[in-house]
C-alpha cells in the first residue's frame, strides 16, 4: 500500500457517496445523544414491529433471518449490506460505519413471533444482513436476547459473525447445540493481517477467529466457515489454506463466494482499491469483472454467487478441492426441528 495522507485508517470505505434515494427521510428513528461515541460513530435505536424477516433469494440456502443491528462497525469494504442503508436514509459508504442502527425490542418481538398461532420453527439465521456481533453487541446484549429466547422455546437458529465476542454467549449456544437447535459459521476471509487490517479494518483478527472455532468445536457446536468474499488478487491466493486452517481449529463445514460489487458498493470499493493499493488497482478491478461477465454489478441467481470464467471457476476449484481433502466434503448441519416448544415452557409448568 502506497502512503496516502488522506487516507482513514480504521474506516473501510474511504468515502460517503450519494444517497440514491435522497428523498427518503429518517422517520421511525429516534437518535439519543446520550449514545454518541465521542462525535465518530452514532447508535440509533428504531422502532420495528417485527424482527424475523423472509428470504426469497434461492443462492443464500434460508428462509428467514433477523437483524437486531443494521449498518456496522467492522467496516468491511465489500460488503453488500452497505447497500440497505440507503433505505434508511444514510450513505452506504462511512454512515454504514458511523451510524448504527438498533432494535431495543428484538428479544421481545422474537418471542411474540414465536407465540403466535401456527408458527411453523424453521432455521432462522442471525444475522442475515450485518454481524450480530458487531462493537455495540457487547453493550447492548440483543444477540444474547435473541439466543435466550431461542433456547426458551428450542427453536433452531444459525449465526454467522467474524467476531469472537460470540464465545461470551457460550453458556447459551453450548445449550441449543446440546438439543441439534444450532450452528455457527465464522466468517474467515484470509490469514493476512495486513490485509485485514484494510480490507475488515475493526474486526477480530484472523488468529482470534481462529481460536474462537477451536472454543466452539471444543464445546460441541457445530462450527463452519464462509470464506468469502474472494477477491482475485487480493485474497484468492489463501483459499485453499484458509480452509485448512480453519479444519485443522474444529471446523467441519465451509462456505465461498466471489466478490459482487452491487449498487453503491461498486464505486465505494473501487475508490477504496485504488487509495489502498493503486499499483495493482485496474488488474484486480478487471479479473473482478471477469468473474461476473463483463461487469462488477451482478445479480443472476445461480451465478452471482459462484461467479463464472476461468478466473473464477479456479477459485472454485481450489476451494472444493480443499474443502474435500481438509473436511471430508464440509457435510452441512441438519437442524432439529422436533424440540420446538411454542408455550415456552409453560405447558409444562401449568401441569403443576
Given at each position: 500500500?502506497?502512503?496516502?495522507?488522506?487516507?482513514?485508517?480504521?474506516?473501510?470505505a474511504q468515502t460517503n457517496p450519494h444517497n440514491r434515494f435522497e428523498r427518503q427521510q429518517?422517520?421511525?428513528?429516534?437518535?439519543?445523544?446520550?449514545?454518541?461515541?465521542?462525535?465518530?460513530?452514532?447508535?440509533?435505536?428504531?422502532?420495528?414491529?417485527?424482527?424475523?424477516?423472509?428470504?426469497?433469494?434461492?443462492?443464500?440456502?434460508?428462509?428467514?433471518?433477523?437483524?437486531?443491528?443494521?449498518?456496522?462497525?467492522?467496516?468491511?469494504?465489500?460488503?453488500?449490506?452497505?447497500?440497505?442503508?440507503?433505505?434508511?436514509?444514510?450513505?452506504?459508504?462511512?454512515?454504514?460505519?458511523?451510524?448504527?442502527?438498533?432494535k431495543p425490542d428484538a428479544p421481545s418481538l422474537l418471542e411474540k413471533a414465536f407465540r403466535?398461532?401456527?408458527?411453523?420453527?424453521?432455521?432462522?439465521?442471525?444475522?442475515?444482513?450485518?454481524?450480530?456481533?458487531?462493537?455495540?453487541?457487547?453493550?447492548?446484549?440483543?444477540?444474547r436476547g435473541i439466543l435466550e429466547v431461542c433456547l426458551k422455546y428450542k427453536h433452531p437458529?444459525?449465526?454467522?459473525?467474524?467476531?469472537?465476542?460470540?464465545?461470551?454467549?457460550?453458556?447459551?449456544?453450548?445449550?441449543?447445540?446440546?438439543?441439534?437447535?444450532?450452528?455457527?459459521?465464522?466468517?474467515?476471509?484470509?490469514?493476512?493481517?495486513?490485509?485485514?487490517?484494510?480490507?475488515?479494518?475493526?474486526?477480530?483478527?484472523?488468529?482470534?477467529?481462529?481460536?474462537?472455532?477451536?472454543?466452539?468445536?471444543?464445546?460441541?457446536?457445530?462450527?463452519?466457515?464462509?470464506?468469502?468474499?474472494?477477491?482475485?488478487?487480493?485474497?484468492?491466493?489463501?483459499?485453499?489454506?484458509?480452509?485448512?486452517?480453519?479444519?485443522?481449529?474444529?471446523?467441519?463445514?465451509?462456505?465461498?463466494?466471489?466478490?459482487?460489487?452491487?449498487?453503491?458498493?461498486?464505486?465505494?470499493?473501487?475508490?477504496?482499491?485504488?487509495?489502498?493499493?493503486?499499483?495493482?488497482?485496474?488488474?484486480?478491478?478487471?479479473?473482478?469483472?471477469?468473474?461476473?461477465?463483463?461487469?462488477?454489478?451482478?445479480?443472476?441467481?445461480?451465478?452471482?454467487?459462484?461467479?463464472?470464467?476461468?478466473?473464477?471457476?479456479?477459485?472454485?476449484?481450489?476451494?472444493?478441492?480443499?474443502?474435500?481433502?481438509?473436511?471430508?466434503?464440509?457435510?452441512?448441519?441438519?437442524?432439529?426441528?422436533?424440540?420446538?416448544?411454542?408455550?415456552?415452557?409453560?405447558?409444562?409448568?401449568?401441569?403443576?
Amino acid at each position: 500500500m502506497t502512503e496516502n495522507s488522506s487516507y482513514l485508517k480504521g474506516r473501510g470505505a474511504q468515502t460517503n457517496p450519494h444517497n440514491r434515494f435522497e428523498r427518503q427521510q429518517t422517520d421511525g428513528i429516534d437518535t439519543d445523544d446520550s449514545l454518541l461515541e465521542t462525535g465518530k460513530t452514532e447508535y440509533i435505536p428504531t422502532r420495528a414491529k417485527t424482527i424475523i424477516n423472509k428470504v426469497d433469494s434461492p443462492d443464500v440456502g434460508l428462509s428467514y433471518s433477523m437483524n437486531p443491528y443494521q449498518g456496522c462497525e467492522h467496516g468491511c469494504v465489500y460488503c453488500y449490506a452497505r447497500n440497505t442503508h440507503e433505505y434508511w436514509g444514510y450513505s452506504a459508504g462511512l454512515d454504514f460505519e458511523r451510524k448504527i442502527l438498533y432494535k431495543p425490542d428484538a428479544p421481545s418481538l422474537l418471542e411474540k413471533a414465536f407465540r403466535k398461532k401456527g408458527w411453523e420453527p424453521y432455521p432462522i439465521m442471525l444475522s442475515g444482513n450485518t454481524d450480530c456481533y458487531q462493537p455495540l453487541e457487547k453493550k447492548k446484549m440483543l444477540t444474547r436476547g435473541i439466543l435466550e429466547v431461542c433456547l426458551k422455546y428450542k427453536h433452531p437458529v444459525g449465526i454467522i459473525t467474524k467476531n469472537s465476542l460470540i464465545i461470551r454467549d457460550l453458556d447459551i449456544i453450548s445449550a441449543l447445540a446440546a438439543q441439534g437447535l444450532v450452528s455457527v459459521m465464522i466468517s474467515l476471509t484470509g490469514l493476512t493481517e495486513e490485509t485485514r487490517l484494510l480490507l475488515e479494518p475493526r474486526t477480530a483478527t484472523y488468529q482470534k477467529r481462529l481460536r474462537t472455532i477451536r472454543e466452539l468445536s471444543h464445546a460441541g457446536v457445530p462450527v463452519g466457515i464462509m470464506a468469502a468474499p474472494i477477491i482475485p488478487g487480493i485474497n484468492s491466493h489463501e483459499v485453499a489454506m484458509i480452509v485448512e486452517q480453519a479444519a485443522l481449529h474444529g471446523a467441519t463445514m465451509a462456505g465461498t463466494q466471489i466478490v459482487r460489487l452491487n449498487g453503491a458498493i461498486g464505486g465505494i470499493f473501487k475508490d477504496w482499491l485504488c487509495k489502498t493499493y493503486p499499483d495493482r488497482a485496474d488488474k484486480v478491478w478487471n479479473q473482478i469483472i471477469e468473474c461476473h461477465g463483463g461487469t462488477v454489478n451482478d445479480s443472476r441467481f445461480g451465478m452471482r454467487m459462484k461467479g463464472e470464467g476461468k478466473i473464477a471457476e479456479s477459485i472454485m476449484t481450489l476451494f472444493k478441492t480443499a474443502r474435500k481433502r481438509y473436511m471430508n466434503g464440509g457435510k452441512r448441519f441438519v437442524f432439529n426441528l422436533e424440540a420446538f416448544d411454542p408455550q415456552g415452557g409453560e405447558g409444562q409448568l401449568s401441569l403443576f
